[in-house]
């Protein structure tokens, strides 16, 4: 298992990864859906003037939604990841209880297993 000093640096590097995380989604909400299309593209009107504008608004919205999303679920992949820091299960794989290496902890600091279980999770 980890020592302490790597152990604190994996979990100040979740909470740092977090803190960035909930700042993009809030912005994203922000800067985004909460616009309505005349503050967004500058339009004096509300109306728009051609439909491929309409259809460029509602993909621009559904893209930001599905990036949301997925900043979300990271979002819930951290929180684990600081509750087996605090449980002291941290860097050690879900499925066969091997240690996870520091290589691919320091990639992806909210992975549950490792590379092979995590291969053969995908391929299975």
Same mark, same amino acid.
């Given at each position: 298992?980890?020592? =302490?000093? $790597?152990?604190? #640096? !994996?979990? $100040?590097?979740?909470?740092?990864?977090? #803190? *960035?995380?909930?700042?993009?989604?809030?912005?994203?909400?922000?800067?985004?859906?909460? =616009?309505?299309?005349? @503050?967004?593209?500058?339009?004096?009107?509300?109306?728009?003037?051609?439909?491929?504008?309409?259809?460029?608004?509602?993909?621009?919205?559904?893209?930001?939604?599905?990036?949301?999303?997925?900043?979300?679920?990271?979002?819930?992949?951290? @929180? #684990?990841?600081?509750?087996?820091?605090? $449980?002291?299960?941290?860097?050690? !794989?879900? @499925?066969?209880? #091997? *240690?996870?290496?520091?290589?691919?902890?320091?990639?992806?600091?909210?992975?549950?297993?490792?590379?092979? !279980?995590?291969?053969?999770?995908?391929?299975?």
């Amino acid at each position: 298992m980890m020592n =302490k000093a $790597d152990m604190k #640096a !994996c979990r $100040d590097r979740l909470i740092a990864l977090r #803190a *960035r995380l909930r700042g993009d989604v809030n912005n994203m909400a922000e800067n985004t859906l909460a =616009k309505r299309r005349s @503050e967004s593209s500058g339009d004096l009107s509300s109306m728009p003037i051609h439909m491929a504008d309409i259809g460029t608004d509602n993909f621009e919205q559904e893209f930001t939604l599905t990036l949301m999303e997925s900043d979300e679920g990271t979002l819930a992949s951290i @929180e #684990a990841a600081l509750e087996r820091v605090e $449980d002291g299960t941290y860097g050690q !794989c879900e @499925e066969c209880g #091997a *240690r996870i290496p520091k290589a691919r902890l320091t990639a992806v600091p909210y992975a549950t297993m490792c590379v092979k !279980c995590a291969s053969d999770s995908e391929q299975g």
